[in-house]
């Protein structure tokens, strides 16, 4: 309130001042131009030089609100377009999260062509137009990314082999992603979308090529890369038994294949596994013996101890006498009495074979057993036991099946 009272009081002086000043000094102001003659007094020509001076303020002022107005006034203005930008990028997301892929692309597609940095905004558009099927599109849009940000050329790849890939395209997505190696060689995300595509492909000589990347640049968790490590190295064991035009070089291309593998990974029990399999295919049986029996002699595996009853080795004895002495450690191993049992077949036990088989049950009801024990009570002669066990192992086995319909039975 006081600084009202001051301000008017400095108004009030100022205005007395200036109102002696123009009784006293009238002054007096002439403009002649050729034939032109202005006359006026010196305080009247102020006040029209201000009034001119207002009057170009308040132009400029209403040229500047027509050029900063919104819709109403002019619909072009940069505010509007702002506006209509910002809607654009709203929508075009939430329209892409929601999968309605066309009013997606349409909005995103107008938001990159308006922003200075367009490039999550074409990237939208092209997954869109991607889904919609309208696939020249969607490369199209990639390549106005990377017209517009020529920086960010690792980044449109990398979105341009994902979309390849999601349309079925492994070829185009595999050239993509070996000329970004190329160029970006320890890039994690470049080698995490080849293993999924070499994977996708089966194509496990690749991987196995790629392993030693993925391992240096920790693109992979250690677990992950250790099972993706044992499954890419057994299936390349088992396509190296195809390779062969017959039996004898199929076996040294699988040979050549066990060999490329390190001490520490011909004794994993998975790699055992594979490798023993496909010997015995190859009818390696002496072999595949004492690879298992190494094996397992370095370290115990139920599922080698398994596999060591299905192959024969050059001394069944032997074989049978190896075995047990693993029963001392593990004796209530279901699937290494089983063993012991198919090994006792080998060597004629027949009594020794059916106590083993037992034993199995016992600790576990096993297909693989009852369908053992069924075998040997029929040439036994007991075929009410053999046909109860034949029957329990097919139950054992229906429980894995899908409970697939089953006709009726039949009555007379």
Request: aromatic share 6%.
């Amino acid at each position: 309130m006081k600084r009202a009272y001051l301000l008017a009081v400095i108004a009030i002086v100022i205005a007395a001042a200036l109102g002696i000043a123009i009784a006293k000094h009238s002054g007096y102001v002439m403009i002649a131009y050729g034939g032109f003659r202005y006359q006026s007094g010196l305080w009247a020509a102020l006040g029209a030089l201000l009034v001119l001076v207002l009057a170009l303020w308040l132009l400029r002022y209403l040229i500047g609100l027509l050029l900063r107005s919104t819709g109403v006034v002019n619909p072009w203005s940069r505010r509007n377009r702002s506006r209509r930008t910002r809607i654009a990028i709203e929508q075009g997301q939430l329209d892409l999260a929601e999968g309605r892929w066309a009013s997606a692309h349409k909005h995103l597609r107008s938001a990159a062509e308006a922003e200075r940095q367009p490039l999550l905004f074409y990237l939208g558009a092209a997954r869109a137009a991607n889904e919609l099927g309208r696939t020249e599109e969607s490369d199209h849009m990639l390549e106005r990314a990377l017209e517009r940000q020529p920086q960010a050329e690792l980044a449109i790849a990398l979105a341009h082999a994902q979309l390849q890939m999601d349309r079925g395209d492994s070829d185009g997505a595999l050239n993509t992603l070996q000329a970004m190696q190329e160029r970006h060689p320890n890039n994690a995300q470049v080698l995490r979308l080849l293993q999924r595509l070499y994977l996708e492909r089966g194509d496990w000589s690749a991987l196995i090529r790629l392993l030693p990347d993925l391992r240096k640049h920790k693109a992979l968790p250690a677990n992950e890369l250790a099972q993706l490590e044992q499954r890419a190295w057994g299936q390349n064991l088992g396509l190296a038994a195809t390779r062969g035009e017959d039996a004898t070089t199929a076996r040294q291309s699988l040979e050549r294949a066990w060999q490329q593998l390190t001490a520490a990974q011909r004794q994993e029990p998975q790699l055992v596994l594979a490798y023993v399999e496909q010997m015995r295919q190859a009818n390696a049986q002496g072999e595949s013996e004492q690879v298992l029996r190494a094996a397992i002699k370095r370290q115990y595996e139920s599922h080698l101890a398994r596999l060591y009853g299905l192959v024969r080795g050059d001394d069944p004895a032997r074989q049978l006498q190896t075995a047990e002495g693993w029963l001392k450690d593990h004796p209530r191993d279901p699937s290494l009495l089983l063993t012991l049992g198919r090994l006792s077949l080998q060597n004629r036990l027949w009594g020794k074979a059916r106590d083993y088989f037992e034993s199995s049950l016992r600790l576990e009801r096993n297909p693989e057993a009852c369908a053992e024990l069924a075998r040997l009570l029929a040439a036994l002669g007991e075929t009410e036991r053999s046909n109860q066990l034949f029957q329990e192992g097919l139950n054992l086995l229906d429980e894995r099946l899908l409970a697939l319909p089953l006709p009726e039975t039949v009555r007379a």
